[in-house]
């Protein structure tokens, strides 16, 4: 069983920043994959949209609208996930999620098993 948890959302201001972090556990030795995905209000429930993946080899993969102001890293050590979101527009807002497997190559969020439960980010003025 494996248990992802992330932590960090919180509100700011257009322009403003905010730390995501993400903690996985129990049987995750064969995991070699760790990513931020995100559901933006009024998105359909079970649509989420991938924002970067980084894989043990070191291979990394961030979405197009992230546009530099994201910076992601991890510690497969730990297997904890951070991701440094700068520069905060309002349409960034929504739940972000944490997502682990064993292997990715894309941003496709039916990739992926082992999901945390969200944290929410909102950014308004």
């Known amino acids: 069983q494996v248990k992802v948890e992330e932590s960090g959302g919180g509100s700011v201001l257009p322009g403003g920043s905010l730390r995501l972090s993400c903690a996985a556990s129990?049987?995750?030795?064969?995991?070699?994959?760790m990513a931020w995905f995100r559901r933006r209000p009024g998105a359909e429930r079970e649509r989420r949209e991938g924002?970067?993946?980084?894989?043990?080899?070191?291979?990394?993969l961030y979405a197009d609208f992230v546009e530099g102001r994201f910076t992601a890293s991890a510690d497969y050590a730990t297997h904890s996930l951070v991701l440094q979101m700068n520069n905060l527009k309002p349409e960034d807002s929504g739940i972000y999620y944490c997502?682990?497997?064993?292997?990715?190559?894309?941003?496709?969020?039916?990739?992926?098993?082992?999901w945390g439960q969200g944290t929410q980010v909102t950014v308004s003025a």
């Open positions: 129990g049987d995750i030795s064969r995991k070699e994959c």
């Open positions: 924002v970067v993946y980084i894989r043990e080899d070191g291979d990394k």
């Open positions: 997502a682990v497997d064993w292997w990715c190559s894309s941003l496709d969020a039916a990739d992926f098993d082992h």
